[in-house]
T-cell receptor, first 113, second 114 residues
Framework: AQTVTQSQPEMSVQEAETVTLSCTYD???????LFWYKQPPSRQMILVIR??????QNATENRFSVNFQKAAKSFSLKISDSQLGDAAMYFC??????????FGQGTRLTINP | DAGITQSPRHKVTETGTPVTLRCHQT?????MYWYRQDPGHGLRLIHY???????DKGEVSDGYSVSRSKTEDFLLTLESATSSQTSVYFC?????????????FGPGTRLTVL
């Protein structure tokens, strides 16, 4: 079975600085998708970024980018120019297409003003 | 918000009572999912549906049943609630094209079983 591990339960960063959240996963498949979701205090799950495993190019969405290392089964999220509104729980997820997502345990990100 | 609503948003019930949570979508998506969220576990899949009357089990399906009699509604039932089922429950739909295929989530239901 696939597993997703987020080894940093909590992270903090100064406002305007850059932070990287780590995620590793285990799979024997070659074709899959990876996601980062953000969960602010409102509890709503919000898609941050999506990566297709067959694409070598790292996905980017404004201040959010990923470092996808397929051979190492690593999928880290970099947040540049951190803002107070970025404070949230961040979840890494694995799926075959968007079916039956497997989530990591989450990383709580705090932004210090 | 992908047109997903969940009801109720909060519920407190007693051990042994039946509970049904409802997920409603307005955009005719084929796939729907139920997850639970517990501290230290992220989200875990309970059941999912790939069409009307077509459902399958997820990772943590014991103690739960689901039904989907029409495209827009996906019901999750706890036949006899237990304290271990105290959790936040999320419904999701699968949407997008081949290049944007993603799951989108409802606002969640907080269930407390006393």
């Amino acid at each position: 079975a696939q597993t997703v591990t987020q080894s940093q339960p909590e992270m903090s960063v100064q406002e305007a600085e850059t932070v990287t959240l780590s995620c590793t996963y285990d799979t024997s498949e070659s074709d899959y998708y990876l996601f980062w979701y953000k969960q602010p205090p409102s509890r709503q799950m919000i898609l941050v970024i999506r990566q297709e495993a067959y694409k070598q190019q790292n996905a980017t969405e404004n201040r959010f980018s990923v470092n996808f290392q397929k051979a190492a089964k690593s999928f880290s999220l970099k947040i540049s120019d951190s803002q107070l509104g970025d404070a949230a729980m961040y979840f890494c997820a694995y799926g075959r297409g968007a079916q039956k997502l497997v989530f990591g345990q989450g990383t709580r990100l705090t932004i210090n003003p | 918000d992908a047109g997903i609503t969940q009801s109720p948003r909060h519920k407190v019930t007693e051990t042994g009572t039946p509970v049904t949570l409802r997920c409603h979508q307005t955009e005719n998506h084929r796939y729907m999912y139920w997850y639970r969220q517990d501290p230290g576990h992220g989200l875990r899949l309970i059941h999912y549906s790939y069409g009307v009357k077509d459902t399958d089990k997820g990772e943590v399906s014991d103690g739960y049943s689901v039904s989907r009699s029409k495209t827009e509604d996906f019901l999750l039932t706890l036949e006899s609630a237990t304290s271990s089922q105290t959790s936040v429950y999320f419904c999701a739909i699968r949407a997008g094209t081949a290049s944007t295929d993603t799951q989108y989530f409802g606002p969640g239901t907080r269930l407390t079983v006393l």
